[in-house]
C-alpha cells in the first residue's frame, strides 16, 4: 500500500539492550515526525525531520535516544540502553510541510522488560 | 507553549443522537487544528482540520467541528452517531509562529456509541 509503514510492529527488549525501530512515510512526504504513545495517553511528539535536516528534537526524553533520516525518505529511531520507562508505542507520520495534516504508520510497540 | 485540553476521559451517546467531544488549545500565534480517530491496534486516522477561512470545518465520515476564536475552542461534533464511530478522539494544535512545527496532541477522549 501507499501508507507509512513501521518496523517491527512489536519489540520485546531486555533492560539495557538497543533497539532500532523503522519508519518508511510516504513517498514524496517531506516532513516525518516520530511520537511517543503512552497507554492511555495522547502521542507525545519526540522529533521532526524536513527532508533529511533535523529540525526539532526537543522532545526527546533524553541522550540515549537518537533519529536519523540520512536520505530524506526511511527514518531510525534508536534507543539505546532500554529502560523499562521506555515501554510505549512510538509513532511515526509524515507529512507535506505546512498546515497538512500527518499520515501516521500503524507503530511499534516496544516492551522493556 | 501551546497545549490542548480535552476535558473529558470518556463521552457516552445512544446511537442516532447527535455527540459532541470537546477541545480547547491555547498557542502564541495562529492556530491550526486537527482531529484524528484512533480505532482500536490501528495507527491514527485524520479526520478534519481548520486552518482559516470558515469556522464550520467538515470532514470525513460525517464528522464536523466549530472553530470559535474567543473560546479558544474546536469541538467534534456528529448530528447522528453511529456504533461504528466508538473509538478514541484525539485533539491536536500546530502553532506557527515562527514557522515552529511541532504538534501538540490532547490526551485523548474515547467515544463510546451506545445501540
Known amino acids: 500500500g501507499a501508507g507509512v509503514s513501521q518496523s517491527p510492529r512489536y519489540k520485546v527488549a531486555k533492560r539495557g539492550q538497543d533497539v532500532a525501530l523503522r519508519c518508511d512515510p510516504i513517498s514524496g512526504h517531506v516532513s516525518l515526525f516520530w511520537y511517543q504513545q503512552a497507554l492511555g495517553q495522547g502521542p507525545e511528539f519526540l522529533t521532526y525531520f524536513q527532508n533529511e535536516a533535523q529540525l526539532d528534537k526537543s522532545g526527546l526524553p533524553s541522550d540515549r535516544f537518537f533519529a536519523e533520516r540520512p536520505e530524506g525518505s526511511v527514518s531510525t529511531l534508536k534507543i539505546q540502553r532500554t529502560q523499562q520507562e521506555d515501554s510505549a508505542v512510538y509513532l511515526c507520520a509524515s507529512s507535506f510541510p505546512g498546515f497538512y495534516e500527518q499520515y501516521f504508520g500503524p507503530g511499534t510497540r516496544l516492551t522493556v522488560t | 507553549a501551546q497545549s490542548v485540553a480535552q476535558p473529558e476521559d470518556q463521552v457516552n451517546v445512544a446511537e442516532g443522537n447527535p455527540l459532541t467531544v470537546k477541545c480547547t488549545y491555547s498557542v502564541s500565534g495562529n492556530p491550526y487544528l486537527f482531529w484524528y480517530v484512533q480505532y482500536p491496534n490501528r495507527g491514527l486516522q485524520f479526520l478534519l482540520k481548520?486552518?482559516?477561512?470558515?469556522?464550520l470545518v467538515k470532514g470525513s465520515y460525517g464528522f464536523e467541528a466549530e472553530f470559535n476564536k474567543s473560546q479558544t475552542s474546536f469541538h467534534l461534533k456528529k448530528p447522528s452517531a453511529l456504533v461504528s464511530d466508538s473509538a478514541l478522539y484525539f485533539c491536536a494544535v500546530r502553532d506557527y509562529s515562527g514557522g515552529y512545527q511541532k504538534v501538540t496532541f490532547g490526551t485523548g477522549t474515547k467515544l463510546q456509541v451506545i445501540p
Open positions: 481548520y486552518i482559516t477561512g470558515d469556522n
